[in-house]
């Protein structure tokens, strides 16, 4: 059975215009003033189309092929992918948000996370290629030299050339500090990059005639930790002086993995056999600069999950209102069949409405984070940017984890609407739940998401970033809004401030208490902010009437009822002593 999507386009322009005044806010900033709604209007359009009738009808074909290896360094994607990027590239997606200079489009978050969000919606594995190329531009912008901005990122934005990310080892993982792969420097100025990474997405395939590798490794006598790590572009070929393809570099896959979902996404095993590099800015900041990417990449899963959760729901809620099982419990019968619609009965209505409601707070809040990187990027207002900087450094580990986290858990209710057709390969179903449950895990699993935010955001910070994000929740709360979304987040933020309260001074006893509580601690936080995404929705629905204005206030009454309550559980157990996680000694795990 074949997966639809249509994009919901319509909800995408209320979050853009209505809730978050796009347009206003463009206008206010000298830098996107020539942003109009007519040309982003077409642009969603378009990704609309080409989601749907370019990578959607590859999806599953794709899981089923897989990326191949093909021994010998070669990797091969799935028939279609070849053809379909380079579509992609030549109508521009990849540069979309790209920096003009080099031959970018200049597009700003707030919409190029719709465009990602399609993608993510229709193939998330496809999406994988070129986001791990956007973000290894975003990394060149910001730290590389003139010379490798001009060298790389005109080809990168084209999609000739296509990006990676080299951190992961195999005896290293989140703890990057203890990496092996060193650069010893030549004379010339280069150096010769020796190790081996792990897990690297896009890492060899068929797609470009180049590929970037940026690479974390250590120079000769580095400070230990992370202290010592430097990044340097380690091309798959050399680039001759006039730009053209040189020599290959030994640099080669060895092997790709056999994964549970994203199975056309080539995941590689990467040598490095003294192949050439060149650093990217100064020696032992390699952690820092790549930071600038792994961010980005973190906010995009946040995407990657949010966009698995629309497919899923359209998909459940058009197999509930065709599949016929059961008597309606109210006993509105299908008198002409045997059974009813499965869309009557309570339990399946609540596991798409958790979907549902959970789809459109995810949005809300992702373009809330964008337009915070874009007063980051386009701004020139100094006090603005500092601002929107310190939100979206506490925000990006619950773009990352709290999204990803509700987003399975939803594609997974989509799928029990199935029943055991959502376990069955051909419904696709059991694809989306497979590829989007990497979201949870990749770029810093969720549980190291949570000890940023409770450890490095708010502990480490005494709390001011996050204290003043409450700040403004309350402020937001003083507007005249007349649903029940108001006090309810009140309350919400009133305890996440006495539950942080708490643990900034608890965990200066309890030293394992920010470790068993993080997990928690974020999911109430996420609760929050999805309160005050709701609130924001109420607000932009005040004073409008008909149907569509009616179902957001709906939806928030269902949050408000079914959903929210899961913050009082959650910031009950972060509160809990860590004494009943670490009461058992290690010998209990053994028996």
């Known amino acids: 059975m074949s997966l639809s999507y249509h994009a919901p386009l319509d909800e995408m322009r209320f979050t853009l215009y209505e809730v978050f005044k796009a347009s206003q806010f463009w206008q206010n900033t000298p830098s996107l003033s020539h942003m109009d709604a007519d040309t982003v209007d077409m642009v969603l359009q378009e990704m609309a189309k080409f989601s749907r009738e370019v990578l959607l009808p590859i999806n599953q074909s794709g899981d089923n092929e897989g990326a191949k290896y093909l021994g010998r360094g070669r990797v091969e994607t799935p028939m279609g992918f070849g053809q379909a990027f380079r579509s992609y590239a030549e109508m521009g997606w990849i540069g979309l948000g790209g920096c003009e200079s080099f031959g970018g489009q200049g597009m700003p978050k707030m919409i190029t996370m719709l465009t990602e969000e399609m993608m993510f919606s229709v193939n998330q594995s496809f999406a994988l290629y070129p986001n791990l190329t956007v973000g290894a531009s975003l990394c060149l912008l910001a730290s590389g030299s003139e010379e490798q901005k001009n060298v790389y990122l005109p080809k990168l934005y084209t999609g000739e050339w296509s990006g990676t990310m080299c951190l992961t080892e195999s005896h290293a993982g989140t703890d990057l500090g203890i990496i092996k792969t060193r650069a010893t420097p030549n004379e010339d100025g280069s150096y010769n990059i020796t190790g081996t990474k792990i897990f690297i997405t896009g890492g060899e395939h068929d797609l470009t005639e180049n590929i970037v590798h940026l690479v974390l490794a250590k120079t000769p006598n580095a400070p230990a930790g992370t202290k010592g790590i430097s990044l340097f572009i380690v091309p798959k070929f050399l680039v001759n002086a006039d730009g053209s393809l040189g020599e290959r570099n030994a640099v080669t896959c060895g092997s790709i993995e056999h994964k549970m979902g994203i199975k056309a996404s080539a995941t590689c095993v990467m040598n490095f056999d003294d192949a050439k590099g060149y650093m990217v800015g100064e020696q032992n900041t390699g952690l820092a600069t790549m930071f600038v990417m792994m961010n980005y990449e973190r906010v ?292």
């Not at 359209?314 to 099982?325: G, S």
């Not at 179903?429 to 000890?451: F, H, K, P």
């Not at 401030?497 to 920010?514: F, M």
């Open 300 to 591: 995009t899963m946040g995407l990657q999950g949010l966009g698995a959760s629309v497919l899923a729901y359209q998909n459940a809620c058009q197999y509930a209102k065709e599949r016929l099982q059961g008597r309606n419990d109210a006993g509105v019968q299908n008198t002409d069949k045997v059974a009813d619609a499965i869309i009557g009965f309570g339990d399946v209505r609540r596991m798409l409405l958790n979907a549902k409601c959970n789809s459109v707070a995810s949005r809300t809040f992702a373009m809330y984070v964008a337009r915070e990187l874009d007063i980051a990027k386009f701004s020139d207002d100094t006090q603005m940017r500092a601002a929107a900087n310190a939100k979206i450094a506490l925000l990006t580990p619950i773009a990352k984890a709290f999204l990803t986290d509700m987003a399975f858990e939803a594609v997974v209710g989509c799928q029990q609407v199935f029943g055991g057709h959502g376990y069955i390969k051909e419904w696709g179903m059991e694809q989306i739940v497979r590829d989007t449950r990497i979201s949870q895990i990749y770029e810093g699993t969720n549980g190291i998401q949570a000890l940023d935010l409770l450890g490095r955001k708010v502990i480490k910070n005494q709390a001011m970033t996050l204290l003043s994000f409450i700040d403004e929740v309350l402020d937001a709360c003083q507007a005249d809004t007349n649903h029940a979304i108001k006090d309810a987040t009140i309350k919400a933020a009133k305890r996440v401030r006495s539950l942080t309260e708490h643990l900034l001074s608890a965990t200066k006893q309890d030293t394992h208490l920010i470790n068993t509580s993080a997990v928690d601690y974020l999911h109430a936080v996420g609760y929050l902010c999805y309160a005050y995404m709701y609130l924001l929705i109420v607000q932009a629905c005040d004073g409008q009437s008909g149907e569509f204005y009616d179902e957001r206030r709906k939806l928030a009454d269902y949050f408000v009822l079914r959903m929210l309550p899961k913050l009082y559980a959650h910031a009950d157990m972060a509160q809990a002593s860590a004494s009943s996680v670490m009461a058992f000694d290690d010998d209990f795990f053994s028996r």
